[in-house]
């Protein structure tokens, strides 16, 4: 692009470098490669050298000072940063979400669920459009001056973008360093001879502080932003709408933003987006739920030291530093080849971690994992241990990438990648990995709880032809059973009557038995009471399905196909034939048989052997109680495994009941 008209062609230049901007840093969909966006810079550059008249501080090429400040200056914030309350125990917000609803009676309260970005908090004042101040949280009411930084950080545009921004506002966000730009640095700094940085919340803290900016430039800072503290004739009346006015102005909001209807709701949201940890390329130590409405917020108002409106639900997290040995691949009962990480044991959270999902091939792809490869691997919350990046300054000649299989691993089917999706299966569902995997599922506890059926019996059955489906487990025989290993004649009887006493757990059990996609124990149940028969349930339509509270129609679509499906139309008239019961049935197995938990809250921690922790999940909730993944004051009982760890201490600081595995199973069997 040329222009007789140098001025011209400067604003063109400056109006094009903006937009690429906010296509990169709001929208995440860059249109020109960073080659192409650094070719435009070069040509700024190269006009405003030759007419230095027209330079502007504004203009995109003013982000880094020429040379380092004196020191930092005092900066007093026009409205006050107030601290968040905060808590790590579920108990403890949901007591939180009943404050709120006692406070606000008979009021609809929509909730807003964000990510807690582990950085830096700052403020960022603009002044009829111009950034004019950039400053840290400080003591709340002042902070420290960083204009000089926050100017070299990536997505703080100098000038926003749009015509309708207040003349005068202040926002809030927190500025954080990715993870694969903290792995870039270390190897830099490695060469260089100098010490390595642990976290990115450390290099993020002591970068923006720095005096000198063009060093803060080299580490690639970024920023999420999240609130709004003075503002003149803002707007949005809603914390939604101001998120979409950020995004307008060329700020960037906080990712993976979620609005609910209720409470309940966002807990739940929080919960499951815990799992989802592993996605993200910067650290988060949390999440926050807020109140959409400003006008709520108001009348909720502020204690003298937080908002009412607004409370971060935190986890605990733990890191370890280990040797990645093996990348094996794991098939799952609905044909999903997941990669799992064999790692060089380590202690984490009091447990001994050796393995870590790597959970879909695009990950390992975007982290760059190769087998021999040094890790940071992470447990979060409650969540299984994932790796959160490469250490690549350790990386050796003998690090290898790793290929994903083109064909299953167990029955050498060509795989197939979920259309639109990430998840790679087999579509084979009589691959003997899958079937091995369904049929654990089925016999487990929380489906048809065929007492004696474990992993190895099962790996018989379907190794010897004996089992295919799950119907077949109703024809086995006692002579069938005393030909595998292990089988003595009082086992074979026990199991056979287990397996017997299974058809009459009732059509809740056998939805959740059935891996139907998307279907759990809570969906289960709701369909089965909701619809009452498999023969209502196959009349049913994508629309019927849809209606029903908390199904939708992603769940719906799933139960639908599966259950018109040849395999499925098959799976349920044959268990049908063996006299499975396909209704819902309301015995004294499925109702809550005693309330000995009512109003108890009970924690798992540590190895098990005889349960799984959503097993003991489940009786509690049975027996009336509540179970939880974290101890607080609020605890009446922790179950401890073998290395419960920190849980454990905690408990007994709290004088919270402890009870082992067997402790537990004689308590439910008194009740």
């Not at 070719?39 to 982000?63: F, M, W």
């Not at 992603?554 to 049908?576: P, T």
């Not at 396909?582 to 009970?602: H, Y």
Request: proline share 4%; hydrophobic share 40%; glycine share 8%.
């Amino acid at each position: 692009m040329t222009s007789s008209d140098p001025a011209q062609e400067i604003d063109d230049l400056r109006d094009e470098i903006r937009a690429h901007d906010q296509r990169y840093y709001v929208e995440a969909k860059p249109t020109i490669s960073d080659l192409e966006y650094d070719r435009l810079i070069d040509r700024l550059k190269q006009l405003e050298a030759a007419h230095p008249e027209l330079v502007t501080a504004d203009s995109p090429t003013q982000r880094i000072g020429d040379r380092p400040i004196d020191d930092l200056e005092p900066a007093p914030h026009l409205v006050p940063m107030m601290s968040i309350d905060n808590t790590y125990s579920i108990e403890e917000l949901q007591k939180y979400g009943d404050r709120i609803a006692g406070l606000l009676p008979d009021e609809k309260v929509e909730w807003v669920v964000e990510l807690k970005i582990d950085g830096v908090a700052v403020s960022l004042t603009y002044k009829n459009g111009i950034l004019v101040r950039g400053a840290t949280r400080g003591d709340g009411k002042t902070g420290d001056d960083i204009t000089h930084n926050v100017r070299t950080v990536l997505g703080v545009p100098l000038r926003l973008t749009g015509e309708h921004f207040p003349p005068l506002v202040e926002v809030r966000g927190e500025i954080y360093m990715a993870n694969s730009d903290l792995v870039r640095l270390n190897e830099t700094r490695q060469k260089q001879g100098l010490e390595l940085y642990a976290n990115t919340r450390n290099v993020t803290a002591g970068s923006i502080r720095l005096l000198d900016p063009r060093i803060c430039a080299e580490r690639r800072l970024r920023i999420f932003c999240h609130g709004v503290g003075k503002a003149e004739g803002l707007a949005a009346s809603t914390h939604m709408e101001f998120l979409a006015q950020l995004s307008e102005w060329g700020l960037p909001a906080t990712p993976h933003v979620a609005c609910l209807g209720s409470f309940a709701e966002a807990v739940a949201h929080a919960e499951s987006f815990i799992e989802r940890l592993h996605e993200l390329n910067f650290e988060v130590d949390g999440l926050v739920l807020k109140v959409n409405r400003f006008e709520q917020r108001e009348r909720l108002g502020a204690t003298s030291k937080s908002p009412r409106w607004v409370i971060a639900y935190k986890f605990e997290k733990y890191e370890a530093v280990t040797r990645l040995n093996e990348i094996r691949m794991q098939v799952g009962k609905t044909g999903t080849i997941t990669p799992v990480a064999e790692l060089e044991p380590v202690e984490l959270a009091g447990t001994t971690v050796s393995r870590a999902s790597l959970h879909n091939a695009d990950e390992i792809a975007r982290k760059d994992v190769r087998v021999g490869d040094t890790v940071i691997v992470e447990k979060a919350g409650k969540i299984i241990p994932h790796i959160v990046r490469v250490e690549l300054h350790k990386r050796t000649d003998e690090a290898r990438e790793f290929e994903f299989p083109t064909q299953c691993p167990d029955c050498n089917t060509k795989l197939e990648k979920d259309e639109g999706g990430v998840y790679i299966r087999c579509p084979n569902r009589l691959c003997p990995a899958q079937l091995r995997e369904r049929l654990q599922y089925f016999a487990g506890r929380s489906a048809m709880d065929i007492e004696g059926m474990g992993d190895k019996l099962i790996g018989q059955l379907v190794a010897s032809g004996l089992v295919s489906e799950f119907a077949d487990l109703y024809s086995l025989t006692e002579p069938q059973l005393l030909e595998l290993e292990r089988m003595g004649k009082k086992s074979a009887q026990n199991l056979l009557e287990a397996i017997e006493t299974s058809k009459r757990r009732g059509l809740a059990r056998l939805l959740n038995a059935l891996s139907i996609r998307h279907v759990g124990t809570r969906v289960a149940t709701i369909l089965a009471e909701t619809l009452g028969s498999m023969h209502a349930l196959q009349q049913a339509t994508v629309e019927d399905l849809s209606a029903i509270d908390e199904v939708g129609p992603i769940i719906a679509q799933s139960v639908y196909e599966f259950l018109q499906s040849e395999h499925g139309l098959q799976s349920v008239e044959r268990l049908a034939a063996v006299g499975v019961a396909q209704e819902l049935i309301r015995s004294e197995e499925s109702a809550p048989v005693d309330q000995m938990f009512a109003g108890k809250t009970v924690v798992v921690t540590g190895k098990l052997k005889k349960y799984t922790r959503d097993e003991i999940h489940a009786l509690v909730q049975r027996y009336g109680g509540r179970a939880s993944s974290s101890v607080s004051k609020s605890t009446d009982f922790l179950v401890a495994g073998e290395k419960a760890g920190s849980k454990l201490t905690k408990a007994n600081q709290l004088g919270v009941e402890i009870l082992s595995e067997e402790d537990f199973e004689a308590l439910i069997g008194e009740g």
